[in-house]
């Protein structure tokens, strides 16, 4: 990897650090915590050159750092969350599908994570559907040999063409389905496919990773629905979620490490093989799951279950 791909994630590892913390975090945190800092002296001179260019790197990128005083009266950073959002992005159906098609092709190791943060971003349409509009697209870089061809699925959404595909559910069912697509959004690092599924006259959700390979059909007739008004996919699936306010989890810590986890968590003990165990709270599953796995394997998650599943799926994507 060239240093250049080191000082990227490096960069992406410390926004995501500043932002899921509750309470600035010191120099020493971030050179512990911060996965491409490598646990550096804080203290040292090469420590200090590079997290110092990493400063000016984040505010030439219009990334405001808010410089605190802590509770030990040591100088804390954070990140103010609304200058790391981007601004709304419109762009028309052709151009989402033409950068979607493009990402598509990426299999850089080294880019697909940042490829994938950065896409998740950027999105065609204000995610509501008025009357007229056209369906919505999320964008992702690949689907990583799993679900359906990118190319096609989306020719169906922009066309407004029906299209038929295998899928097995997660209990194993398998069964045939024809919809109307809608769009593709991206949820809980996850996506999915929204329409009306004509078997069963109603509106249904699919994850793209649960439609077997090879079974996606695009219909041959343009314009064969209209999408109806006022629909908001990313809301509908929020509503679906079975893991919604304040998490309560526990996590193993490796000794000299995770400083952020053990400053805002509390002590619950040690596991057989010598690491620390902490009790940690969370507004939701999906933002603690993003937190713990910015430690990069130095914090694990115990419990709840699905805590481990989605940290473990994370983990999974980056190699």
Same mark, same amino acid.
């Given at each position: ?21 509750? #309470? !600035? ?26 997290? *110092? ?10 990334? *405001? ?11 804390? $950073? ?8 981007? +601004? !709304?992005?419109?762009?028309?159906? *052709? ?8 990402? /598509? ?10 490829? *994938? ?8 349409? /204000? ?7 056209? !369906? ?53 690092? #996850? ?29 041959? #007739? ?5 999408? +109806? ?48 165990? $902490?009790?940690? #709270?969370? /507004? ?19 419990? +709840? ?15």
């Amino acid at each position: 990897m060239s240093r250049d791909d080191l000082k990227a994630r490096r960069l992406v590892n410390l926004t995501l650090a500043l932002l899921d913390a509750r #309470r !600035p975090m010191t120099v020493a945190q971030i050179a512990a915590g911060v996965p491409g800092y490598d646990a550096a002296d804080p203290s040292s001179a090469a420590f200090r050159r590079s997290f *110092e260019r990493d400063k000016e790197d984040l505010r030439g990128l219009g990334i *405001e750092l808010e410089v605190t005083g802590s509770a030990n009266d040591e100088v804390g $950073y954070r990140i103010v969350g609304s200058t790391a959002q981007l +601004p !709304p992005i419109e762009l028309t159906a *052709e151009e989402a599908s033409s950068l979607a098609l493009a990402a /598509s092709s990426w299999s850089l190791a080294s880019m697909a994570s940042l490829a *994938e943060r950065a896409l998740v971003k950027v999105e065609a349409g /204000s995610g509501t559907h008025s009357q007229g509009a056209t !369906p919505r697209l999320a964008l992702q870089p690949r689907l990583d040999g799993e679900g359906p061809d990118l190319a096609e699925l989306l020719r169906g959404v922009t066309a407004r063409r029906e299209v038929t595909f295998g899928y097995v559910t997660g209990e194993g069912e398998r069964s045939e389905r024809h919809l109307q697509p809608w769009g593709v959004v991206s949820w809980r690092r #996850r996506w999915y496919l929204t329409g009306h599924d004509l078997h069963r006259d109603a509106q249904r959700t699919f994850r793209l990773s649960r439609i077997s390979p090879g079974t996606l059909v695009v219909l041959d #007739r343009p314009g064969a629905f209209e999408v +109806p008004p006022g629909v908001d996919l990313r809301a509908q699936l929020d509503a679906l979620s079975p893991v919604r306010g304040e998490v309560t989890a526990t996590v193993a810590v490796r000794p000299g490490s995770g400083f952020g986890v053990r400053e805002q968590g509390t002590a619950a003990g040690t596991t057989e093989g010598g690491d620390d165990l $902490y009790e940690i #709270r969370g /507004s939701d599953l999906w933002s603690l799951a993003g937190w713990v796995r910015s430690f990069a394997g130095d914090v694990v998650p115990v419990d +709840p279950p699905q805590l481990v599943e989605l940290v473990r799926a994370g983990w999974e994507r980056l190699a």
